[in-house]
DNA sequence: ACAAAAGTGTTACGCCTACACCCATGC
DNA sequence: GCATGGGTGTAGGCGTAACACTTTTGT
């Protein structure tokens, strides 16, 4: 990437950010966390950012958004959404570039991080603790965070982070920690049971000297007519 | 507007197309209606579209689609709100072409219609008899028309429609038209005066041989905390 | 026995929905 | 006086939010 380029006729580059967030750490202390890489390349050197690039002729924003992911951070097979699509003219040095954001939520450990192409580095970070991040990339993580919490009881995502099996306490901790907000015991798995998209599992887990708590798996064939309801998770 | 070209590096081109929505007829017969252009160029030349084009560079998206619709519309002055940006390849024959899609709702008699530019025509069409649309126009209207009811609730949107005066309900009529379903009367006038968003104005009004209805105005300055509700007005 | 997390029901409130009758006016 | 739309209140159901104690295990 150089400086501003001259076209036939002057129109701005077209490029995809993605915030890919998972949920880190024990029970006792999750933390959300996003998924940065280390500029190697052009205006902001060495500034971490957002994963992205610019779309290739003749593909599909999304496929940009999953190469372009995978490229950067090694990251596959990753459920994207679209968020906003954001053209201010200055918000890049090298010329006007109009940029698709899409967000994620994936669990870190099931993938591989391996920086490549135009990333020196790829690495997790706490949303409470970011570093400047180049471009307008702070503005544009703030509109994928909000997205994320609108979409969370839309959509089965967080159980993209949890193991095959699971205790409705570590649902309810995951919920809590994207939501950043408390959630009520007792109301919170009354609603998850009567969603019915959830099936016991037989055994249970033991987490210290507690009592083991019952284990279940999600059952995505139950998930129906979810996006119908008002709201489908108890958020 | 003519055939594919090429760039230093193949990139997408970037257009907005905006689809403005209207409300016309009278109040036992009101059509919810959106407005498009006759193309005068390129690729489906003589086909209804709804108004749009390229953006320039260094132009913001809103900017560029306040200045297309102005162009071949005469439109200005137009509350516009992002809805989505469609790259599917394939959907434009001139190569890769990403659109991000606005939508509007005006008051119809408030604008003069002037076709100019690319359009050879600019006309309202009831939404309920669309004429087959350029591109993939067709779903992205259908996208807009989601937006537009989803967001009748939590925005002052409806009142652009209004006359400075009006009665409670006219603004119901104009509401179950843009939703296209009933809406409960009573219902409808607790809520909307429950916002206290309206002010009543001294006199009455007159439509045929009827008990006068009472006449509000709305007040902008008591459109406080409208989006922090969840459901703001009554749909 | 005690520490720590798992598990469980009820109540109060607000919101939404459904529903029917009288009122004021023009003709 | 009648036709037409304007205007009003209440009761039931539903979902949400608040809230405390008992159970099970390991140490």
Redesign the interface.
Known sequence: MTQR??????????TVDIAVFTVAGTLQGLRLQVLLIQRNQGPFRGHWALPGG????????LDAAKRELAEETGLRDVYLE?V???????RDPR??V?T?VHVALVAADRHQLAATGDARAARWFDVSALPPLAFDHGQLLQLTLKHLRRRLGETPACFELLPAQFTLSELQSLCETILDRPLDRRNFRRKVQELKILAPVRGTRREGAHRPARLYRFVPQAFRGYASRRQALPF
Chains 1, 2 share one sequence.
Do not use: K
């Not at 610019?54 to 924003?61: A, C, G, K, M, P």
């Open positions: 380029r001259t076209y036939e006729w002057p129109r701005p580059a077209v610019f779309v290739h002729e003749n593909e599909d924003l679209q906003q699509t954001v053209g201010m003219p200055g010329g006007h109009v698709v």
